[in-house]
């Protein structure tokens, strides 16, 4: 894909609000679910990672640090128009060089069982039994970063 930015934005940047709309579209109203519902103000101290192609937001993801030096991988986007190009991979290997530079020993994530194959191409591994979120089956999984020289 050419003409592809990575940007990293907060929730304070008048971007967020697109970014909502993103994942309302992609993954709150194929289920019937409104996002503007949802209590989001936890998402203030997240890392929010966002491509863009010619000024069109495409793909999100929200990397939220926890208490045990690991960071949370979630709310994962791509708009419909562009999956299967590259995209997801991008920002999922961005926000890992990020959790790297914030010094985290890995990245934990639920995923829908319907894309659990994307994030085992990208070294993620299943920790755990199935469960129910957002009313769809999803798994846990886990991978460990490299440690970085401080
Ligand atoms: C799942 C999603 C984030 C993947 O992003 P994407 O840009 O479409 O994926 P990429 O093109 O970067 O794919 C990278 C690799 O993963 C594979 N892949 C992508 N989606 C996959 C899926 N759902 N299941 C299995 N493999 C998948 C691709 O074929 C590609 O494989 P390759 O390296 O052999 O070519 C995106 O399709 C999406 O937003 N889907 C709808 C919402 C969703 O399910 N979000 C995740 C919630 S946990």
Redesign the pocket.
């Known amino acids: 894909m050419t003409g592809l930015e990575i940007k990293c934005i907060t929730t304070n940047d008048a971007a967020y609000q697109e970014v909502l709309r993103l994942r309302h579209t992609?993954?709150r109203a194929p289920l019937g679910m409104d996002i503007y519902t949802e209590d989001l103000h936890h998402e203030v101290n997240d890392c929010i990672l966002t491509a863009w192609q010619r000024q069109q937001l495409i793909?999100c993801v929200l990397l939220k640090p926890l208490a045990d030096n690991t960071m949370k991988l979630r709310a994962?986007?791509?708009h419909?128009s562009?999956?299967?190009?590259?995209?997801?991979?991008?920002l999922v290997l961005q926000a890992e060089r990020e959790a790297i530079a914030q010094h985290a020993k890995g990245i934990v994530?639920?995923?829908?069982v319907?894309?659990?194959?994307?994030?085992?191409?990208?070294g993620y591994e299943i920790i755990g039994e199935p469960f129910a979120e957002v009313t769809l089956p999803?798994v846990k999984m886990r991978k460990q970063l490299p440690t970085q020289e401080r």
């Open positions: 992609v993954l793909g994962m986007a791509v419909p562009v999956q299967g190009q590259g995209v997801g991979r991008l994530l639920h995923a829908r319907s894309a659990k194959g994307f994030y085992e191409k990208l999803h």
